[in-house]
């Protein structure tokens, strides 16, 4: 028992140590972080080989919840549980066990439709709601990034615990920093508190908690059954999960057009108006959508010149 504990303890060290300086220096959204976990993680240290890492790239991409953050907890997962069997043996390809990721997905559906039921019933419980939200924007987002920004403002803002003016300010400042979009989940749980007697620090963790525990209980679950799915099967599965995408993303556009009619903050207001009210800010607007597009300007950059075109505007104006 001691020696397992041991392994236990060197392989959550040997995690922490090669996980550490992530957050603070991934910056450029998912497509950038693939790349940085696949040299560090396959190249470098030769945690996974390549037929490992794309099936977690598979897995990462065709669930809900940020996609780079799920490869790189599929990752450390894939990882631990090789180290604690490798004595067993020679090192198989996935080696998370099929029941307990079974037992998790099943865990997870229970906790969603209990959040269901207690949210309808206890509607005035902020706390509860906030979380709920959380959780139900992190079931049906897919593929991570920007996507998740206008959702958050339909299950925030709508819901009246943050202005559209603290909404789009907090989102030019989020931009600019490493990490998964998702994590301005804080910046909101922390606002929500406004509304309650509840800490801010308490509603920020709640909202983070809500909004990642999907995307990594749904991982942890298919890891454990994606490379067992005979391939003839794999279509199937990958067709399904392509249509929840789609039917997603349907809902994440409403959720966008939302998004622009309420994007032109205003000095005297905490309400916004639409961003096509002005066409200065329709330019803006362009330029950040085209840079970022189709000449790989980095989205902080794109923020910073963003900010600067407001600057120019309040000159004129």
Not at 213 to 242: D, E, K
């Amino acid at each position: 028992m001691a020696s397992e504990q041991l392994s236990l303890k060197r392989r959550l060290i040997t995690v922490a140590i090669n996980y550490a300086d992530l957050g603070f220096t991934s910056f450029g959204g998912p497509p950038v972080h693939f790349g940085i976990l696949y040299d560090r993680f396959v190249k470098k240290l030769g945690w996974i080989d390549d037929k490992t890492y794309q099936e977690l790239f598979a897995v990462s991409q065709a669930l809900p919840g940020p996609a780079s953050t799920k490869l790189a907890f599929a990752i450390a997962l894939n990882y631990a549980a090789s180290q604690a069997t490798e004595a067993e043996g020679a090192r198989p390809p996935f080696t998370i066990r099929l029941v307990p990721g079974l037992t998790v997905i099943g865990l997870f559906f229970a906790l969603f439709v209990t959040l269901m039921g207690l949210r309808a019933h206890f509607s005035k419980l902020v706390e509860l709601r906030l979380f709920t939200n959380m959780v139900l924007a992190g079931t049906i987002i897919f593929g991570g990034g920007p996507v998740v920004i206008p959702l958050l403002r339909e299950y925030i803002v709508q819901e009246g615990w943050v202005s559209s003016r603290d909404f789009l300010l907090g989102l030019a400042i989020i931009q600019s920093f490493p990490g998964p979009n998702f994590n301005f989940s804080v910046y909101l749980g922390a606002l929500a508190s406004a509304s309650t007697s509840t800490p801010s620090w308490v509603t920020a963790l709640l909202a983070y908690i809500g909004i990642f525990l999907p995307g990594l209980m749904l991982t942890t679950g298919m890891s454990s059954i994606w490379a067992r799915i005979p391939r003839q099967y794999r279509p199937f599965v990958s067709s399904l999960l392509r249509g929840i995408n789609a039917a997603a993303v349907g809902l994440i556009w409403t959720a966008v057009y939302r998004l622009w009619n309420a994007g032109n903050l205003t000095h005297s207001s905490v309400a916004a108006n639409s961003l096509g009210s002005e066409p200065w800010w329709l330019v803006v607007a362009t330029a950040a959508f085209a840079g970022h597009q189709w000449y790989s300007v980095p989205a902080p950059l794109c923020i910073v010149l963003g900010g600067c075109m407001g600057l120019g505007w309040w000159a004129v104006n």
